[in-house]
Structure formats: structure tokens, C-alpha cells
């Protein structure tokens, strides 16, 4: 019992002061896009080839990247200028697919819920989660909200066990053909008014799996979503910051 | 008999194909149930349409000889039907299940002859079961087995758990809370990986290599990229090695350590759960520290790695290594104290050496049942060739051994990690890639956390990719847990599936 107390005594006090503080994160942390410059006027548009995931169109001198194909790749192969790089934001959720056709400038970050299902769920949301063909890495970041350092259940959000205890639906993975009627059917079994929250590209659109015939490709087509999540994985803080932004907590 | 005097390989090496003899059928079987006797393992086996369509399937079988670090490769042709090797070498079951849905094929005689992925055939209007070869199949709709009898009754879980994890379904046979049987279906994390590598490498397949696991992103991308640079003859410049190896042992530490912390928590030794918990994140930001993404997306590449590690970023990150290894120490200690604790995990859940034998167990699962498999020892590359001589093993088999193994693992760990940190080479961090060698195999074992982790490439006449085999850890160790469940009480599931801890995507590819 001695050596516990004294264990906790080590261990510290861990809990993040997020959102009071914003989080520090790597230097190598890979966030919002930043684009130098404005596309050469002779652009060849090769990005629109070059990227694996059919994330870049051009146009108009404008280059759009698609943060919902985005895998945020370290080693971007699509702007042979090199015009595509990352910052280290890492508030990245938004309310809305075309939301997520950035080209630089203001990033349009999620908008609360509407007045009707905020007051349901502002103060207490609970999730069911559903893997659907993602990698368990969209889903380890959402579990690791629930460890004392991002501690969710302060903010009142919690993840349940069952669709009938849910608010709302968190889904990860790109809607393998082996799991879209189990997604249906927990979006189903959810009482109205609900939720649905699209975590990660695959999710988003499929990911890197998006040309595969046994995926979706994500969400969109089955479900109306309310949040878009992206990344791949997205951070942690990425995730939160979107929760707390739909729940007008931010 | 035929004599056993195959090809062999090392781990990371390449063969021309015309050097592998086509055997008999019946030379192929002796020699491999010759090998299976001798203590070899059946690593990865594959079937890929012959060049010449009339040849049907070609079978190749990759044999490692742990004791020679090698690997022995096999080779036959089978037609529509081929007799099943299974009963008289149960580590061939999955193979054959697997290669009976993709192409189509009936191994003969094979005693549980089932779906692995639900998926139609890759050979157009085929089913080894006779289904509509034109329709997907639905997931989990197979006959399982069933037992009968008063006071027997049957629960099926899944695939939609309790909690954040990922889908798969368990029928589990009981007689009041006792499990008699365990029959585990998954495929419902099938993405198509290894169709999708079909003459590739495309720009697309890092980026999914990365993913077949999220938690094994390293040990997937390492396995795949040593067999790029075995099929181009690129040889990876030290410095390389080095960041490699370092980010394999971190993603070891942060599952490791998460893993302990989840035990914790199935039985309810919070202390443990909280730090282990936060724990793992710290193992994770220290990856992210050295490339930007908590699993290590973008490090490993073919040639090398992307992302330099400095001798500042190197002092820089073993000097947080200390700190996070203080309270890790601390967090198990308590936990390997606790009679509570103890008295939950021993004895629960035992595997006995024969069975992880017969099955073909790997890592954590087969090192907990005294059975020594560590692909980092036995068929060491890169920095392990000198650097790893600690190969861990338990007696009991039990959960106890398994979280046992990965406490002693992460001690290990922590000592690569300060080894490899203090003695970083000099030099460049990538070399090129060439084009792929014509009408060759490769092989890479990577020593995952969850344990050997098998990427094969077999390349055509023109430089691609004519077939592309994964074997995760899981494909073989799933067996093992239904197994390591009988006569257990059902309500232990959750703790005996967490002291296995499998992956279901990297099964599901």
C-alpha cells in the first residue's frame, strides 16, 4: 500500500490544461497546409496526378488540396515545385465536406451545433465508436482521450458501449464492404436525434485505401455527417478541439 | 523421398525464380512435413497464377530454419484441387483457407474448410464453397461449430464490440460459464491490401503498407520497403539502420507499455491503467518528436528513412527516455506486486508449448509458452546483427507469461534504444531504389511487437509486383487464443483477448 501512495506521489499530476493552454507539439507535427506562393501561370497541374489520393486540383492559379483525401504525407510527392507543405496546426475539424477544399487563407474550422441539438448535448455527449476498416490508428487516438492526459470526461463526453446509450456515432475506417450494414445498423439502433462524426481520411473518404472495391469509399455516401475530422491518423488534440468546437466549447 | 536441398535465402535477400525448382506435389508435401519435423515454420505460404495459364496455380512455400537464419523456398503447381497438407501440419490450416477463397481452389480433406475474409474469389467465377461467384459474399456467414446438449448454449459476440476496438465476431460454446469452444470469424477489416499491390509497387502501396496495422506502422514498413531494397539490390546506408531499429523498439515500448496498462485496467488495477495510459502517448510523442506522426508515418522509406536524427534531437530524446522510464519501472512494479493483481492473471488462459508449436505461434504468444521466436535474434538485420542478444522467454503460457514477456521486453527495449541513441553512424540517411529485379522473391521477417511480421515480393517479367504476401503476427496467433480459451470461464474472455492482443486489420489485410 506504501509503495502505492508513493507510486502516485511519483507519477504526478498529468492531466493537460487543454483548451485553457494550447498544446505543444513537435516540430515535425504535420498540420494545416501552407502554400508558398501562387501557382505559376504555365502550371502543368502535375499535383493533380502526382498525388496517390487524388487530393490536389488546380485552377485559376489556385491550388485546392482536399484535406479529406489528404494523408498529410511526409514526403508530399504532388507539387513538383514543392509549393505544398505542412504547418503545425493542428485544429482541423470542420462542419462541412467542402469545407475541407482548402487553397490557403482562413481555414473555416467547425461551427457549433445547431441551438436545437446543442442544448441536448452540449453539456453531455455520449459516443458510440465503430471501426470500419480503419488501421487502429484513428481509433488508438480516440482512445487515448480517455487517459488522464486529455481526460474527455471533463469536458462530458464519453464513448459508450452501446448504440441505444448514444448521442452520436464516431466512425473510423474507410465502410469495408464486410462492415456497412453493421454501421447501418448501429447508426439504426441510435435514438434521434443524433449524431455522426467522421474521423480520419479513410472515414472522410476512403483514405489510402480510397481506389480499393472492397471499401466505401468512407462516410458520405451512407450517412449524413456533422463533422469532418481529418488526418491520418488525425492528433489526439486534433480530435478534441473538433468535439469541443461542435459542443461550442471552444 | 526427395532429398531436402532447396533454395535458401536469408532475411532480406533475393532469388531468381528460375533458381527454385518446380517440385512434384508429392515431393513438395514430404519435404515440407520433412522441415515441419525438423523444427522449421512455415512463415508464409502463397499460391499466384502460373505465367503460362495452362500451369494453373504455382504453391510456394517459405519455410524459416530459425537455427540457420535462413529460410528454405518451395515450390509446386496445383490444379482446381489439391490434397490438404493440414492434417498432418496444422500450421498450414489458415494458408490453405486462405488460398481456398482467393483463387477459387478445394484443398482436399482439409478438416475446417471456411471463409477467412469474406471476399470473392481474385480468379473470376470461382468459390471454393460453391457460392454466387458474382455476388460479395456476406461477412461471418459460415457454418460454425456448434456443440449440443442440456445446459449448452451458445453466445456470439460481435462484430461491433463494447468499447473503441475493431470488429470481428466470437461463438463461443458454453456449458454454464464454462467455454468448451471458441470459433473466431473475421474479415470485416478487409480492405484488399495484397490485390491492391498486384503489379505494383504503385504510389499508392506505402501509404497502405503503413496501414495494414496502424499500431505496426513501422514494423509493416520496414518488412516492406527491406523487400523492395532485397528485389532492386539498394543497400541501405548504417545511419539508416539505426533510426530504423530505434523506431521499432519505440513502437514496441508505446504497445508494450499500452498493453500492460490495458491488463491493468480488465482487472481493475487503476494505478497501473491511469500511468501505463499516459505512458504509451510519451513512448508515441517521442516518435513523433523524430518524424512528425505519433505511429511513425513518413520515417521509413525505401532506401532508408525520411526523417534525420541529429546527435542534439538523439540527446534530446534520450534524455526524455530516462524520465519516462523511472515512472514506466514504477507503474509495473506495482502492478507485478499486487497479489490482486497476480491472483487474476495466473493460470488463466495457458497455452502449452505443443499447441504454440503445432500452430505456428509467433511473439509475444509463442515466446510466453517457452517456445523462442524472435525474428530480431534469430534472423537479425541491420543494427541487431551486433547490438541483440536478448531473447526472452517464459515457462507458464499463461496470461501472467505474456505480460510478463513484454514487461521483460520493455526493459530490453529501453536498452536499444540508449544503445543505438549513443552510437548513431555518420552518413547519408537514403540511398536510391532501382528498379525491381525481373522474375524474382524476396522475403523480410521483421520482428513486430506483437512478433514476426512476413512480407514476400514476387516480381514478373516486367519488374512488378506478380503477387505480394503479408503475414502479420495475428494470422497465426488468433489460434491461439481460441485455443488458449478452452475450459476458461467466458466472463475471462476480455482478459485473455487483452494478454493477446491481436490485430484484426493486420488478420483482415
Redesign the interface.
Known amino acids: 500500500m506504501l509503495q502505492m501512495i508513493r507510486e502516485r506521489w511519483r507519477q504526478g499530476f498529468r492531466t493537460g490544461k487543454f483548451p485553457k493552454e494550447e498544446p505543444i507539439l513537435p516540430p515535425r507535427f504535420r498540420g494545416l497546409p501552407q502554400f508558398a506562393g501562387e501557382c505559376p501561370s504555365d502550371c502543368d497541374r502535375a499535383c493533380e496526378v502526382l498525388c496517390p489520393f487524388s487530393a490536389c486540383k488546380s485552377g485559376d492559379g489556385r491550388l485546392v488540396l482536399d484535406l479529406g483525401r489528404c494523408l498529410f504525407c511526409a514526403d508530399c510527392p504532388a507539387c513538383p515545385q514543392g509549393r505544398i507543405t505542412f504547418g503545425n496546426d493542428y485544429r482541423l475539424a470542420v462542419r462541412q465536406r467542402q469545407d475541407l477544399l482548402y487553397s490557403g487563407g482562413e481555414y473555416p474550422l467547425a461551427q457549433p451545433l445547431e441551438p436545437e441539438r446543442l442544448k441536448l448535448f452540449g453539456r453531455s455527449l455520449k459516443l458510440r465508436q465503430v471501426s470500419a476498416g480503419g488501421c487502429n490508428g484513428c481509433e488508438a487516438d480516440c482512445n487515448v482521450l480517455g487517459t488522464l492526459v486529455f481526460d474527455l470526461g471533463r469536458f462530458g463526453i464519453q464513448f459508450v458501449a452501446s448504440p441505444r446509450h448514444a448521442d452520436g456515432l464516431l466512425l473510423t475506417g474507410p465502410v469495408t464492404e464486410n462492415m456497412r450494414s453493421a454501421v447501418l445498423a448501429t447508426y439504426e439502433a441510435m435514438p434521434a436525434p443524433k449524431i455522426v462524426i467522421a474521423v480520419g481520411a479513410c472515414g472522410i473518404n476512403g483514405g489510402p485505401f480510397l481506389h480499393s472495391s472492397e471499401v466505401s469509399p468512407g462516410l458520405d455516401p451512407l450517412l449524413p455527417v456533422d463533422l469532418y475530422i481529418p488526418g491520418c491518423p488525425p492528433h489526439p488534440y486534433t480530435i478534441l478541439d473538433g468535439l469541443l468546437r461542435l459542443l461550442d466549447r471552444r | 523421398m526427395k532429398d531436402l536441398n532447396p533454395k535458401l535465402l536469408k532475411n532480406g535477400e533475393a532469388i531468381a525464380l528460375e533458381l527454385v525448382e518446380i517440385l512434384d506435389f508429392d515431393d513438395f508435401r514430404d519435404c515440407l512435413l520433412e522441415e515441419v519435423r525438423k523444427q522449421g515454420r512455415v512463415a508464409a505460404c502463397f499460391a499466384v497464377p502460373a505465367v503460362e495459364a495452362s500451369r494453373g496455380l504455382e504453391l510456394f512455400a517459405l519455410v524459416a530454419r530459425d537455427r540457420n537464419a535462413c529460410v528454405a523456398v518451395y515450390r509446386t503447381c496445383i490444379g482446381e484441387r489439391f490434397p490438404s497438407l493440414t492434417p498432418s501440419c496444422p500450421q498450414m490450416h489458415l494458408f490453405e483457407r486462405e488460398i481456398a477463397e482467393q483463387y477459387g481452389v478445394v484443398p482436399e480433406g482439409h478438416p475446417w474448410l471456411k471463409p477467412l ?3 470473392t474469389a481474385w480468379r473470376p467465377g470461382v468459390d471454393a464453397w460453391g457460392r454466387p461467384a458474382d455476388q ?1 459474399p456476406r ?1 461471418g456467414e459460415m457454418e460454425f461449430y456448434q456443440v449440443e446438449g442440456e445446459g449448452v448454449h451458445e453466445v456470439a459476440v460481435g ?2 464490440h ?6 470481428g465476431h466470437f461463438r463461443f460454446q458454453c456449458y454454464g460459464e464454462k467455454v468448451m469452444h471458441l470459433e473466431i470469424s473475421l ?7 495484397e ?2 499491390l498486384l503489379n505494383g509497387p ?3 502501396t506505402m ?2 503498407m ?6 505496426t ?1 513501422i514494423g509493416h514498413g520496414l518488412a516492406y520497403c527491406q523487400v523492395l531494397e532485397a528485389l532492386s539490390g539498394c543497400e541501405v546506408p548504417a545511419k539508416a539502420q539505426s533510426i530504423r531499429a530505434l523506431a521499432l523498439e519505440l513502437e514496441r515500448l508505446a504497445n508494450h507499455v499500452g498493453d500492460i496498462g490495458a491488463l491493468a485496467g480488465d482487472v481493475g488495477f487503476l ?1 497501473t491503467f ?2 501505463c ?2 505512458l ?2 510519451d513512448y508515441l ?1 517521442l516518435t ?8 511513425g ?3 521509413v ?1 525505401p532506401g532508408g528513412v ?2 534525420d536524427l541529429d546527435p542534439v534531437l538523439a540527446g534530446e530524446m534520450l534524455a526524455r527516455l530516462k524520465g519516462i522510464e ?2 514506466t519501472m ?2 509495473m ?2 502492478f507485478f ?1 499486487a497479489p490482486s493483481v497476480l491472483s487474476r492473471f495466473e493460470g488463466r488462459g495457458r497455452l502449452s508449448r505443443s499447441v504454440a508449436e503445432d500452430l505456428g505461434l509467433v511473439g509475444v504468444a509463442a515466446k510466453a509458452c517457452a517456445v523462442p521466436r524472435d525474428s530480431r535474434f534469430f534472423h537479425p538485420t541491420g543494427v541487431y546483427r551486433h547490438l541483440f542478444d536478448d531473447l526472452i522467454t517464459e515457462e507458464t503460457g499463461d496470461a501472467m507469461a505474456r505480460a510478463k514477456v513484454r514487461s521483460r521486453e520493455i526493459t530490453v527495449s529501453i536498452e536499444l534504444l540508449r544503445r543505438i541513441g549513443t552510437s548513431l553512424p555518420e552518413g547519408p540517411i537514403r540511398a536510391p531504389v532501382g528498379p525491381l529485379k525481373a522474375d524474382a522473391l524476396a522475403i523480410a521477417l521483421v520482428e513486430g511487437w506483437r512478433g514476426e511480421v512476413v512480407h514476400v515480393g514476387l516480381t514478373g517479367g516486367d519488374g512488378r509486383l506478380r503477387r505480394y504476401k503479408i503475414v502479420d503476427p495475428s494470422f497465426h496467433n488468433w489460434s491461439g487464443l481460441a485455443m488458449a480459451m478452452r475450459d476458461e470461464q467466458i466472463s475471462d474472455f476480455p482478459l485473455c483477448n487483452k494478454s493477446f492482443n491481436l ?3 493486420g488478420f483482415d489485410l
Do not use: K, W
Open positions: 475474409r469474406f471476399h460479395h461477412s462484430p461491433v463494447a468499447g473503441i476496438i475493431e470488429p474479415g470485416y477489416q478487409h480492405r484488399g491490401i490485390q491492391m504503385h504510389p499508392a501509404a497502405q503503413e496501414t495494414i496495422a496502424g499500431d506502422t494505478p491511469s500511468y495510459g499516459r504509451r502517448g510523442n513523433a518528436a523524430l518524424c512528425g506522426s505519433r505511429f508515418r513518413g520515417l522509406r525520411g526523417f523511472g515512472n514504477g507503474a512494479e506495482i506486486d490485430s484484426y486489420c
